[in-house]
């Protein structure tokens, strides 16, 4: 096939223009994949690190629920050993209004320095569970505050 001028300008340019075009799309396309990427991860990470934030600050405000509740006066008479604390166990610490109110809470009880369950949320608990050998309980008792994480 003879190729004449207009064919032996018009063909090599057009090839030019594809392959330029070509280059610079896979290049493009390379480039903003890796921004997307990069500006994804950096999201995430945020959305991440807001998410664990919002958690253990959720979870220090229901430690400090418990720690308020630890100090009011009818649980400190509560605790006591005589015949009117046993019977307002029952009726003014209200473990199980509480665990219904909060909706958070697994069982709640109220526990001796023996570590005895005097008040639950779950009356089974009350009189038969003993939490003395477990280390929240030990760190509390020993006057230290007990860890989100323990």
Known sequence: MKWNLRNRILIP???LIVVTTVSI???SYWMSQTTMEATLD?????ICSSAVHQVEAWVEAQRQNVVHWS???RILSALQNTPEAKCTRGHQCRTHA???LYGVFADLQLVDLKGDTLSSSNPEY???LNVADR???KDT???KSPSPTS
């Open 13 to 15: 340019t057009m090839a």
């Open 42 to 46: 950096t999201q995430l990470d945020g």
């Open 71 to 73: 100090v009011q006066p």
């Open 135 to 137: 280390q929240y309980f």
């Open 25 to 27: 799309s896979a290049v």
């Open 98 to 100: 509480c665990r219904k």
């Open 141 to 143: 008792a020993g006057g």
């Open 126 to 128: 009350i009189g038969k």
